[in-house]
């Protein structure tokens, strides 16, 4: 039986933009850029801002063309209408036509899949259910806000029900209950055997939601893996929540206690998983109360500092949101 | 053809609700006030000079559209990186391109239909009669219009809008006065005469689309010669929107 192509596969792929008042420098914005992208994952690109996801993703989308390199998307060509015509994107900040209603945008998006007028009106109702829109659904697009806006991206880059959605920086400009109900979807469209490509430069989500991922830094490619292969998995400490204590009598405990640092009336200790037993009972012995313990292991947090240290010049990134 | 459509549909939707059809608002009062003071003013001369104003005001409006919404039309959604999610679906920019281009065709042909319905309401009114030759200098105005905005297309996928709009300005003043082009080489002595030529060729002749005294004046407007600047302005037309395709399939978007 022959194995079907890769999702997304990536070989050499490299851009450089023109820049300055003559536009006589260029910039790199991708360099010598190669990844396989296997079908069923969620797959997380990460890097500061200014590292060349989103230039990626527009290469990818055939938005922009390579200097030199050449990928396929589940199979075909950069650009192939085939490959299209399974595709989802989000592109990052989107603005739609705010003379449009949800309604309408998506009606229009489903006649570019070339949808029946039957399935377009189903196939809205049912995305803008779960985005969280139905109630807006005649607003013009002109009264959302970021967040709804957002949310709108999602639906449209579901319209067609995609192997592969492209979704840059998803979680942007969404409040917390925003944030989960994209988590969600993301897990949903794995769920149902579809790959997911996303861009972000906040960690927590990339840590909360995929199987793999790519650090990108200046165009290049730093690491790709699976999280359970970058990430180490043996525990670095024991995060150990007390109450009843102040942070002076923090000094009176065992040696054991890296750090701590005050939660409110609560103090969270930092110890080495091997004295954890002498600073409980030091701690119950001083009067206080041990609320919970949490084994920590490294984050991709960690490991981003670790590998790229300080952000290089034109970059900002988020650890978490 | 389908997808074409498409972007055609929302194109014309965007004009309707941009407010674009209201410069008709402005076409109404013009034939209002011009009914109600020419029909006092003079005899016999008023419903030339009615026919003259409303076929004026058709062709002043409509190139005022489709110059800047033209100009707007593809470089706009280039701006606003409106395009992008749907160029990612299975859209060709060829076909985003001519469903752009047929959309504001559309709502011009709309534009001058009601403006058409609105001097024939005029004349009427007046009891002035319709006169059906008047249809032929709409056409041709129609006919202008899009040429106009297969320029303005085109200009503003190779510069920017205010660049655009400029030089598809000049572009429409002198191909309205293509006559003094003609006559170039006596006010530039040592023009070569191919020179000359290149440029009668390379601005639209706009005058051929002007009817509008001949038909006001009742000079004879064949077949043959609405044959030939349909030809003119298919020609033309066809071949500026094929350069505009070839231009947008290599312009990156950012």
């Not at chain 2, 470089?75 to 959309?103: Q, V, Y």
């Not at chain 2, 003094?180 to 440029?199: F, K």
């Amino acid at each position: 039986m022959v194995e079907a192509p890769p999702a997304v596969d990536i070989r050499g792929l490299s851009k450089s933009y023109r820049i300055g008042h003559l536009r006589a420098q260029r910039r790199q914005a991708v360099h010598d850029l190669s990844l396989r992208v296997p079908r069923g994952v969620v797959f997380g690109c990460l890097g500061p801002n200014g590292s060349g996801k989103s230039t990626t993703l527009k290469l990818l989308l055939g938005l922009l063309f390579p200097d030199s390199g050449s990928a396929t998307i589940l199979g075909q060509p950069i650009g192939a209408r085939a490959a299209r015509q399974s595709l989802g994107y989000l592109p990052e900040n989107p603005y739609f036509y705010d003379y449009l209603t949800p309604n309408e945008y998506l009606d229009y998006a489903g006649r570019l899949f070339g949808l029946p007028p039957g399935a377009r009106k189903d196939r809205t109702r049912e995305l803008l259910d779960l985005v969280g829109l139905a109630e807006a659904a005649d607003v013009h697009l002109r009264r959302f806000s970021k967040g709804m806006l957002q949310r709108l991206g999602v639906a449209q880059a579901l319209v067609n029900r995609p192997e592969l959605v492209f979704l840059d920086e998803p979680m942007s400009g969404l409040d917390p209950l925003g944030r989960r109900s994209v988590r969600e979807i993301i897990l949903r469209l794995k769920a149902e055997g579809s790959t997911v490509f996303f861009s972000t430069h906040i960690l927590a989500d990339a840590e909360t939601l995929c199987d793999e991922v790519a650090l990108l830094r200046g165009g290049s490619l730093v690491a790709k893996g699976r999280l359970d292969q970058i990430l180490s998995l043996d525990v670095t400490h024991m995060e150990v929540l007390v109450s009843g204590l102040g942070p002076q009598e923090v000094s009176g405990l065992p040696a054991g206690v890296e750090t701590f640092r005050a939660m409110g009336e609560r103090l969270v200790l930092h110890v080495p998983e091997k004295e954890l037993g002498d600073v409980v009972v030091a701690v119950e012995q001083r009067g206080g109360r041990v609320l919970s313990v949490q084994p920590v292991r490294q984050s991709l947090e960690d490991y981003f500092f670790a590998e790229m240290g300080h952000p290089a010049k034109g970059e900002t990134w988020t650890a978490g949101a | 053809m389908r997808r074409v459509a498409a972007v055609a549909r929302n194109t014309f939707r965007e004009s309707v609700r941009e407010r674009v059809l209201y410069n008709l608002l402005f076409f109404a009062v013009i034939m209002t006030v011009s009914g109600l003071l020419l029909g006092e003013l003079s005899i016999r001369q008023d419903a030339k000079i009615i026919k003259d104003l409303g076929l004026a005001a058709m062709d002043l409006f409509g190139t005022l559209i489709a110059l800047f919404v033209g100009v707007g039309l593809v470089s706009k959604e280039i701006e606003r990186r409106s395009l992008h999610p749907l160029l990612a679906k299975p859209l060709s920019r060829d076909e985003f391109l001519l469903g752009k281009f047929a959309g504001l065709g559309f709502t011009l042909l709309v534009n001058v239909g009601l403006m058409t319905g609105g001097l024939y309401a005029t004349l009427l009114a007046l009891r002035r009669g319709a006169d059906p030759a008047l249809l032929k200098a709409v056409f041709a105005i129609y006919l202008a219009l899009l040429v106009t905005v297969a320029l303005a297309l085109l200009l503003s996928i190779l510069t920017s809008t205010a660049v655009a709009s400029v030089s598809t300005l000049c572009l429409v003043i002198a191909g309205r006065y293509s006559d003094v082009i003609l006559n170039l080489g006596d006010v530039v002595p040592g023009m070569p005469a191919w020179a000359l030529r290149a440029v009668m060729i390379l601005i639209p002749n706009f005058r051929n689309f002007d009817l509008k005294d001949r038909v006001v004046y009742g000079d004879p407007v064949t077949f043959g010669d609405l044959g030939w600047i349909t030809a003119y302005a298919a020609a033309y037309t066809g071949t500026v929107i094929t350069l505009a395709v070839i231009a947008f399939r290599r312009r990156e978007l950012t």
